[in-house]
C-alpha cells in the first residue's frame, strides 16, 4: 500500500505547474484534458518530486467553496514537507526563483527547516539533513 496522490487545489492550472516543475523540480507526469460531472472541461495534471514518491493533484478550484480553500487547505498550519539532501543549494535556488519564505531557516534536532508558501499560497516545510 502507498499514497499515490495528494490533492492541492490551485486558481490556474498553468501557474501551478510552473511553480512545481520550474521553481521546486518536480516532474510533470500527467497533463490530460477532462470534464467535470456536468460536462465542463477541466484538466487531470500531476506532478511528482524527480524519482517518485507520493504525486500532487493540481485541482483548479471550481466554485466560491473551492476558491476559498486556494491557499488555505490546511488552515493556516504547515501542511505538506519537503525533504531534501542540500537544504543550502535547494534554499538558495528557491530565494533565487522568488519563493517566499514566512520563517527562515533553522536548526532542529532533527535537521534544516523552513517555511516557505506553494504558488496557492499553502505553508510547506522545507526540510534538510542536520549540519548543513
Do not use: C
Not at 492541492?8 to 490530460?32: C, K, N, P, Q, R
Not at 487531470?44 to 476558491?67: E, I, K, S, Y
Amino acid at each position: 500500500m502507498r499514497l499515490d496522490l495528494v490533492t492541492i487545489v490551485v486558481e490556474e492550472y498553468d501557474a501551478a505547474i510552473g511553480f512545481f516543475t520550474d521553481v521546486l523540480g518536480f516532474e510533470l507526469v500527467e497533463d490530460t484534458p477532462a470534464t467535470t460531472t456536468d460536462g465542463r472541461a477541466k484538466r487531470w495534471v500531476v506532478v511528482r518530486p524527480p524519482g517518485g514518491g507520493t504525486g500532487l493533484l493540481l485541482a483548479r478550484a471550481d466554485g466560491q467553496r473551492q476558491r476559498e480553500a486556494v491557499g488555505d487547505q490546511v488552515r493556516e498550519r504547515v501542511g505538506f514537507f519537503l525533504q531534501v539532501d542540500d537544504f543550502d543549494a535547494t534554499f538558495a535556488r528557491m530565494q533565487g526563483a522568488g519563493v517566499e519564505f514566512v520563517r527562515m531557516p533553522r536548526s532542529e534536532m532533527y535537521g534544516q527547516v523552513a517555511v516557505f508558501l506553494d504558488v496557492a499560497g499553502n505553508r510547506w516545510d522545507l526540510l534538510g539533513p542536520a549540519g548543513g
